[in-house]
Each structure stands twice: as C-alpha cells, then as structure tokens.
C-alpha cells in the first residue's frame, strides 16, 4: 500500500515536472551547442514562456531548426476586414510575416502586429513597437484553456445530475464531486449568505468553485496552462462577483454604505467615502489574491527546476530536486484553497448585500 502511495505522489511530481520543465523552446543541449545563451538567461525565457499567454501549446523541439511540435490554435484578426489562418504559419513562413487577404502580419512578443511584406518592427526611442495592431479576437492558450474546462464541467454535472435521475445512491463520478458540493453548500453558503438566500447563489458558487480548482490542477499538467495565473481571467471573475453583490444589495446594504445608521452625522460623511472604496476594493483584493497565489506558485517551482541546471554539484541538484518534489504536493493543496477562499469571501459579499438587519434586533 505504502509502495502504491509513494508511486502515485511520484507519477504526480513527474506530471508537475514536465509542465515547467518542458514548456521552454530550446533544450540546455542544444543552447550550448550553439553558444546562444547562458543557463540563466534560458531559464528566464522558459519562465516568461511559460507564465505568459501564447498563440500555441509548444510542446518540443526547436522553431529555428524545423523540429518543433506544437499544437497550433486559430487567428482571428479584424483590421477592417476579418482574418482567419493557425498559428503555425507564423513559424512556417519567412521571417515569421503571414500574407492575408492583402495584409502581413507579424507574431511579435506574443501580440500581432501589422506589418510591411518584409516584417520589419518600427520602435520609438523607448523600444516599444509603433506597427499597427490589428483587433485580435485569437484563441489563445489561455482562452482555449478556459472553453475546455467549461465543456468538462458541463459534462461532469451532466452525467452526475443524469445519473441521480435514475439513482439517488452516489456512484462513479458522483462520489467524489458530492461531498464538493455539500462542501460549498453546507460550509459556505448557508452561513454566510443565510437559509433564506442561499440558494439563489449555489449555480455561481459551485460553477467559480468547480473552475478555479479544476483550472489550477489543469495547471499542473505537461501543458503548462496558466488560467487563473493570468490577471484578465481573474479580473473577469471578480467582476462577475462584484456585479451580482451590487444588484443584490438590499435597502440595509445600501444604507450602511451611504448613511450607516446609529453613527453621528460629522462621522457618516467620513465613512461614507471609505465604504464606496470598499465596494471596489472587495474585488480587486479577491483578483490580485487568485492572481498572485497562482502565479506565485508557478514562478517558484519553475525557478527551483532552474537551479538543478544551475548548480553543478549532485548534493544540490538532490536538495533542490527534492524541494521541488515538496513545493509540487503542497501546489496541489493551493488549487483547491485558492478555490476555497474565492468562493468563500463571493459568498460573504453576497451575505452582506442580502442582510436584513432588523432580523438581529
């Protein structure tokens, strides 16, 4: 049994291993081959590659020799008129320009830009690229990603909510997603929202539960998908929360913002400012928590892989190997408590637009 448990922890270190380790576009070898760049400077590549958005899943290889493997995903432009071709052909074509309809286009630090037929960048004295940019509706790792993880929490409730139709016993599947759900209802909702409310908010807080989990482990695949470690996917989730508590809010809720009752007059008008930036602040705090936990989590572990490379010795190479093997466990617990919180404090700004506050006297 304890064999059978260390391998399956093995499997899953192994798993979180390739997804930073294997995400970068060159090897170690093959940089050295070439005297291109140091150690150093390749780590922090493969760590930017990896934390940012991409065109494409870059699974191995080398763009410049004609090796690479990658699974390429659509281009979607509009500069007046709409574009459609994969990502592959910025790497299949002459200095990586693709000709559409008339137009180029160049992939340039992972945006698209406008561009002559020879690809030339133009940059102002500050190096920032003046070519025009297209609108850029593409399907990038991070937007794909996120679809994929929609349709496999559509599929997952589908066949759990199908299945009790014919038997109200747990199986399968539903054993395990059950006591998730009883989890968010039982620990979450119906304590800070209330037996009155709750069940208005269970659809939203199960479904930002069950993403930002399932989202993070995705995370910890050979992939490298970085969902919840991008801040436009954040904000778009506190925002989301942050609308439906404001058109949630009851006559009480309102009034502790803008007149809270039972305060002296001179004191409401300097609270009364300090609660309207509480209303922005509760949701830039659930965005940059999520953000920075996740993105945190993944620049750690991949700079420690970095320094297997970087020292030479085998004792460090072991400690840090070993490090990294712990930091990959504890990752795992991260998904699922970053999923935690966001759906605990939602349900607390949910709980408080809903009070009624006569109920306490």
Known sequence: MQIKRFGFFAFLFALSLTAYAGDGHDSHENHEAHGEKSIKEQ?????????????????????????SVEFPLPIILWDGQLHFFWSSEFHHNANAVVESKGSHFRLYHSKIYKTEADGE?????????????????????????????????????????????????????SKFIEPLIILVRDDIARPNIGEKNYKRYMPYLLTVFFFIWIANLIGQTPLGIN????????????????????FSGKKDYWAHIFWMPGVPYLMRLVLMPIEILGLFVKPFSLMIRLYANILAGHTVIISIIGLIFVFGAWGAKGAFFGLTFFLSIIELLVAFLQAYIFTMLSALYFGSAVEEHDEHH
Do not use: C
């Open 121 to 173: 960048i133009i940059y102002d004295e500050d190096h920032h690229a003046l070519n025009e940019k297209p609108i850029d509706f593409s399907i990038t790792k991070t937007v794909f990603s996120t679809i994929l993880v929609g349709l496999l929490m559509f599929w997952m409730f589908r066949s759990i909510a199908k299945r009790y139709t014919k038997d109200l016993v747990p199986r399968g599947l």
């Open 227 to 246: 969902i919840t470690g991008n801040i436009a996917v954040t904000f778009g989730l506190a925002l989301i929360t942050f609308f439906i508590t404001q």
């Open 43 to 67: 780590i922090k590549e493969v760590k930017e590659h990896h934390l940012k958005d991409s065109h494409s899943f870059h699974l191995w290889g080398d763009h410049a020799k004609g090796n």
